[in-house]
């Protein structure tokens, strides 16, 4: 088994020969160091919710915005003038359409190719995508109510917020195991990650056909909360973006750092198993490679009634909160007439250390004030009315966040599950959620503490194999895998050994 504290951080391709190997054994040593998760809940992965004063980066962010626009700032400006201009008219249509933007399908027509080729496309530029009916909705309701009885029966739950709980500190509930080993869900995500492509590094060692299980929490929100109010936001880090020992280890934002960021493709795979997402061990902060993020309903959300918020401006608005540091306004004055035009603003002669909305350890933030070429106020919009077994998905890079009140009759109900590849980094991360499982305590990127180990009703192994089969035990690395193709090999040969 894999010690909870050992958390091996490093790309798969150091296995190819003995050198690097080694390599391999010292990084692995080095982040035996790695101090557990500090006991905590949703908020700490959210500066703006955890009340804590906001502390300024440290000064090296300096130096690593001028190096990664150096020699190229004539190509930066150019591209910011681009990008701004795009922006308008993305952002227009946005206005026009609004929910109706966000590409729907039935669960029963994923392997329909006249209706999954204009879907594809449709999340291919949007970057968030509804699949209905993954689970029959009597279902999805019984979860809910299993859920309701093992919250009943263990008073000592941790929630967020503590007055009027809406996102509980639960990971391995009746509803949660059954529905991650579901056979509809874990086809969702099969199809959901052919979406995503490693053309740029054909031997890159990971598997799109083998979804692995990642155990998140849970959201029950009452009507009238507002204590559960997440702005505009982007998981998977903030500051790693920028970093080179984060997502530069990749090179994954490599070509909008150039001045192209036309060619950025968010959905190359390539890099982004490479990349390190978690430096600073934040209480939440996601270590694993998840290529959507992801939540199945439980109840019957409209907009305005706590549900979701997307910004379908997708690879538009990556491409702007990573150019957006590096430049300032002439005119200062935020809503004043000209404000917005592109000759408003220049790129900083002296590099900064900011990075709006970046906090270390937690997820980055952004606003209207800071990121004000978003518009956010029109570009984010409510994912459509969703009902108990509908699937909602959103790329890892979409900016999204949640109603600030919900203002329905009925509680907003869901399940957290993204969308994971097997990769050799996920295989080592799934090694150590094994043992938090057989325990009962919370996964490694969650708060730490005893969480469930002393819950009344927790699942077992049992209950994932009758809920799911071989397929449901595999993708919570309790079965081996075996390649569906041959580019798959490596990965899934290095996850079966992980894994034992």
């Known amino acids: 088994m894999i010690s909870s504290r050992i958390r091996p951080r490093f790309p798969s391709n150091l296995l190819r020969n003995a050198c690097q190997r080694r ?19 949703i908020s700490s992965v959210f500066a703006s919710l955890s009340g804590a004063a906001a502390k ?80 029959p909705e009597p279902e999805a309701l019984f979860w809910k109510q299993e859920i309701r009885d093992y919250i009943r029966a263990n008073p000592q739950t941790k929630a967020f917020p503590a007055d009027n709980p809406a996102v509980y500190e639960l990971y391995w509930s009746p509803g949660q195991i059954k529905a991650r080993a579901h056979p509809n869900l874990l086809e969702t995500q099969k199809f959901l990650m052919s979406s995503w492509h490693v053309d740029s590094d054909p031997k890159a060692t990971i598997s799109m056909s083998h979804p692995v299980a990642y155990a998140d929490r849970l959201r029950i929100r009452m009507p009238g909360d507002a204590g559960f109010a997440l702005g505009p936001h982007i998981d998977g880090g903030s500051a790693e973006r920028w970093e080179p020992n984060g997502y530069g280890r990749g090179h ?81 004055d935020v809503g004043k007439s000209g404000f917005l035009d592109t000759e408003n603003w220049v790129l900083d002669p002296v590099q900064s250390t900011v990075l709006q909305g970046a906090t270390l350890g937690c997820t980055q933030e952004l606003t209207a004030a800071l990121h004000p070429h978003l518009e956010l106020e029109k570009s984010m919009v409510s994912v459509p009315d969703v009902r108990p077994g509908d699937y909602v998905a959103w790329h890892c890079d979409t900016v999204h966040a949640v109603d600030r009140i919900h203002s329905g009759k009925g509680d907003s109900s869901v399940l957290y599950i993204p969308v994971c590849p097997l990769t050799e980094a996920n295989a080592r991360y799934l090694g150590i959620q094994r043992e938090a499982f057989e325990s009962g305590t919370p996964g490694p990127d969650f708060p730490g503490g005893a969480g469930e180990s002393q819950h009344v009703g927790r699942m077992k192994r049992g209950d994932i194999e009758k809920a799911g089969g071989e397929e449901g035990l595999r993708a919570m690395g309790l079965g081996s895998w075996e390649a569906a193709m041959e580019r798959e090999r490596d990965s899934v040969r290095i996850a079966n050994d992980i894994l034992g």
């Open 23 to 41: 390599t391999l054994a010292a990084a692995a040593a080095a982040t035996t160091t790695r101090a557990p998760r500090a006991e905590g809940d």
């Open 56 to 135: 300024p980066l440290p000064e090296r962010f300096a130096g690593i915005k001028t190096a990664l626009i150096r020699g190229r700032e004539q190509e930066i400006q150019a591209s910011w003038q681009r990008l701004l201009s795009k922006l308008r008219s993305e952002i227009d249509q946005i206005t026009t359409h609004g929910s109706s933007i966000i590409p729907e399908l039935e669960f029963s027509e994923i392997n329909n190719f006249s209706r999954v080729q204009p879907f594809s496309q449709s999340l291919k530029r949007r970057g968030v995508a509804v699949i209905r009916n993954v689970v």
């Open 252 to 332: 994954v934002y490599d070509s909008v750092f150039e001045g192209r960021w036309e060619n950025f493709d968010p959905w190359d795979a390539s890099g982004r198993i490479h990349a390190e997402s978690d430096l600073y061990n934040g209480a939440g902060a996601c270590s694993m490679f998840r290529m959507f993020q992801g939540w199945l309903s439980m109840s019957n959300t409209s907009a305005g009634e706590g549900t979701l918020l997307v910004n379908p401006l997708f690879n538009l608005a990556t491409a702007y909160y990573l150019l957006r540091p590096f430049f300032s306004p002439r005119m200062g």
